[in-house]
């Protein structure tokens, strides 16, 4: 049959079926909504409580049937496109999964047993049948993620600013998170609901701080949700959602980006999609790496049960390093004596904390494979602004933390770790101190000069963009050198040889004493309802959380139910990651620019004043 007489056929179906195409599409979309729910349910319910035959085959049949459905779903989406073939390139992923979904099922059906799990058991590995099983199950949340994305438009009907919006995303995972954690098969011996939402709420704001112990209150399935809370929540719950909807055009409108441009602190609309799919792509490389080189850097006086739990641990550790969270498998954190004196697995950690900190702009600026080729070629082109105020500002405040901790500790809770060690114990708790909140030493006995020190560093915290909190580096470094110029008398704050605006100064000295404030009001609060606990620890353990760092003097699990309550507010209004005051290069937009012409040979300044940028002419101040 010729192309043109396949086209004219093709157009008369659409036509007659665009009378009730919006209809069907629309009931589907309900009943897809209302599947995943059912699917999703069963799935809690089948993990979440003990397991019986009856919830096996009701989970399966369960499964099944939403498989049915889904492929029901999508080759109506098909039949209904005007181009099918553009719609299955569009969504491959999802019709290569239904597509071994359905060649499962007819080989089940005339076989009477499972394709994939036939291939496990000829080849020995009867146990991978599991992991099939759980792929297939975390395949509708694939499915729910892809949904949401799809319905990022509709965002706009609620006239929700960024910061309201990425709140709002924060409190719904950390009710889920305390709701799943509250089954029975997640806990040993059960839990508290203040418990529950306590950490949820430190898994979900990467912050570390824990009333109960992580290592021996909560089974391997309530850790793993820890794990994907600490996850989630350290590149949070939108940015996964509009992972899955880049995967489809036309998924993310303007207002959507605009939104994503505020949480990944890029400056461009066009860039943000594009950042977004490299900060997973950044994130999973890096846990990866780190995970690899924990399980080889494992101290060997620790045994493990098998070679299953060496590679979990691994991967545990590096999400909460990498995320900066802080949480770890042992009852004393890495000052647990089986890890105590594992420098090299420490030096990773601290690794996985840098890195994460840093920020996914900075990653993106550094490892980014156009920005290195860029550089290759252009050999005067530097690495952004933004990023060395960054990496130079969290350099030495590494290098000074690391120095302090070792002299006013050298002879307290170092002292018997021999140079070396405590020298990698000075620098890891320099890391950590401003991000993450592991610990690899006794916290009880540090004395109120290095816990002050320590505030400062909790307080300043991570960079812009990245997984830790704080005011961030560039906030500190901005207000450090606007008062340096203060003193000396100067007008105009220079960084890196580019004018910071008067506008990001300001900002600067906003979120300080916003941040000062919080901080100040919380621990009012928490020292009327703790009055047995001493002030500085009080004012350690809010600084920690407000910072997101997880560090703690051992008061946590001591603390009452109110007082609980109290630190999560600060950790979560500062989770969200609003870095107001982040540097870079000249707006456009602005009538007059203050501007530093420097000579490129000797250094000095030749031109300082204020240009017109629309006719680009100077005028000296």
Sequence with gaps: MPTSQINKVREFINIRLYRHKTYVLTTFRILSFLVSLLAIGTIIYYHGFPETPQTYRFAILVIEFSFAFYVLKYFIKIFYHFHPIEFIKSNAFEGLILLLVIFDGVFSLFIGKSFVRTIFMSIGMPNMTVYYTLFIQLYFLIIIAIEVGKASQKIAVFQLGPSALLSLSFIFIILAGAGLLMLPEMTTHGIRFIDALFTSTSACCVTGLVSVDTATCFTFKGKT????????????????????ATFYRNAAGLR???????????????????????????S????????????????????????????????????????????????????????????????????????GGIGFIVIEDIFGFKNIKLRKQLRWKKLLVHSRVAINTSLILIVVGAVIFYLIEKDNTIKEYGFVGSMV???????????????????????????????????????????????KTTTFAIILRSAWNTIRGRRYLEM?????????????????LFSVSLIFISTFFLS????????????????????????????????????KMIPNLPCMLVSYNSDFAKIANHKEGYLYQVQVFRNKYYGRVEFFGIKNTKTNKKRNL
């Design 225 to 244: 949700i820890i794990m994907m809370l600490i996850q989630v929540g350290g590149l949070n719950i939108i940015s996964f959602a509009t992972f899955f």
């Design 256 to 282: 959507y980006q605009s939104i994503l441009k505020d949480l990944i602190s890029s400056d461009k609309l066009s860039n943000t999609r594009h950042l977004l799919r490299k900060i997973f792509l950044f």
């Design 284 to 355: 999973l490389i890096i846990e990866f790496i780190g995970a690899v080189l924990l399980f080889f850097t494992w101290p060997t006086e620790f045994q493990f049960y098998s070679f299953g739990q060496k590679l979990y641990f691994s991967v545990f550790h590096s999400v909460s390093a990498f995320n900066n969270a802080g949480f770890a498998l042992f009852t004393d954190n890495l000052y647990d004596v089986a890890v105590r004196h594992a420098y090299y697995f420490h030096l990773v950690i601290a690794g996985l904390i840098f890195f």
């Design 425 to 471: 114990t000075s620098i890891f708790q320099s890391v950590t101190c401003r991000t993450a909140g592991f610990n690899s030493v006794d916290f009880t006995r540090l004395g109120q000069p290095i816990l002050i020190f320590m505030m400062l560093l909790m307080f300043i915290g991570a960079s812009p963009g990245s997984t830790g909190g704080g005011i």
């Design 496 to 512: 890196q040889k580019h004018t910071v605006s008067g506008e990001t100064i300001n900002k600067a000295y906003s979120i300080a």
């Design 528 to 563: 009327i309802t703790e009055k047995n606990i001493d002030f500085i620890n009080l004012l350690f353990e809010e600084i920690s959380a407000f910072g997101t760092v997880g560090l703690s003097t051992g008061i946590t699990a001591g603390l009452t139910d109110t007082g």
